[in-house]
Every structure is written in C-alpha cells, then in structure tokens.
Nanobody, 118 residues
Framework: VQLQASGGGLVQPGGSLRLSCAASGSIFSINTMVWFRQAPGKQRELVASITSGGSTNYADSVKGRFPISRDNAKNTGYLQMNSLKPEDTAVYSC?????????????WGQGTQVTVSS
C-alpha cells in the first residue's frame, strides 16, 4: 500500500490550492483519512479528518476555509484550501487507516509543501 500526496505549491495570500491523497495497492477500504501540517520550528498539527462515512473534523484555524472530502471509489482524499494565509505555510501530509487482507494499518503519504506568500 502506498499513499501519494500531491497538489502543493506557491500561492498568494487569498488564493486556493487543492491537495490530494491517493492510496494504491491491495486495499479493501479506507477508514479515517487525516491531513496534518508542520510549519518550520513548530509541532505537527492536525488540520482536518474525514471518516469513511463522511464525518469531518477541523482545526479551528482552518474551519470554514479548508473543506475535506474523499472519493471512496478512487481511494482518494482531498483538502481544498481556500482563502490561504501566510500562516498556512507548511508541509502538509496525509495519513489513512487502510484495511487490507492483513488487517488495518495506518499509512503516511510523503509531505507536500504549501507556501503562501506574495
């Protein structure tokens, strides 16, 4: 099983980016998918999560700006980042609880850099 995160880049304040987290391999299904971020010199923080049933949870700092979604048929999760601020600059990583024939295990995707700057 592999998790591939993509979609980061450089964007001006107020702009938008859409991150994707795609799981591949011999997957039965995916439970909760989570996006984290880590800014330089700061601890990693949870940004948003979504369960297999679609229930979502957000950090206060991104509520109303970063809707999280998923396409279960594609084993892919998304983080739509709107109204970006310089303080959103960080490396964003995804984590997913993946169900395979061997059971449930958490996997990490590689980080994708998001830089918000004018």
């Amino acid at each position: 099983v592999q998790l591939q995160a993509s979609g980061g880049g450089l964007v001006q304040p107020g702009g938008s980016l859409r991150l994707s987290c795609a799981a591949s391999g011999s997957i039965f299904s995916i439970n909760t998918m989570v996006w984290f971020r880590q800014a330089p010199g700061k601890q990693r923080e949870l940004v948003a999560s979504i369960t297999s049933g679609g229930s979502t949870n957000y950090a206060d700092s991104v509520k109303g700006r970063f809707p999280i979604s998923r396409d279960n048929a594609k084993n892919t999760g998304y983080l739509q980042m709107n109204s970006l601020k310089p303080e959103d600059t960080a490396v964003y990583s995804c984590n997913a609880a993946v169900i395979t024939a061997q059971g449930v295990r958490g996997y990490w995707g590689q980080g994708t850099q998001v830089t918000v700057s004018s």
